[in-house]
């Protein structure tokens, strides 16, 4: 059971629950434990991976466990499965 409709529900909110923040690359984590790369000042491809790293959190939350669905449906993948799993988030 869903806390909330499966349409306000976001595959980037799912994915940042479960193993925390969207990185493509690790020396875009922001923890205060890391110590930071030694070559973040001259680096060229950092800011092609903050891009990256937008883009891709920008399309996850926008789609939804609803959306999934209708993609699944579209695919012909059908409600009953061969298995039960039970996942909580």
Known sequence: MLSRDPSEITVGEIITA???PIVPVRCLAQDAKRKE???IQGCITRHIWKQTQQLLVDYYNSVSISDLCTMARKQGVSRDLDHKYMYFI
Do not use: H, I, T
Request: charged residues 15%.
């Open 18 to 20: 479960a193993q925390g």
């Open 37 to 39: 790369c030694e070559v």
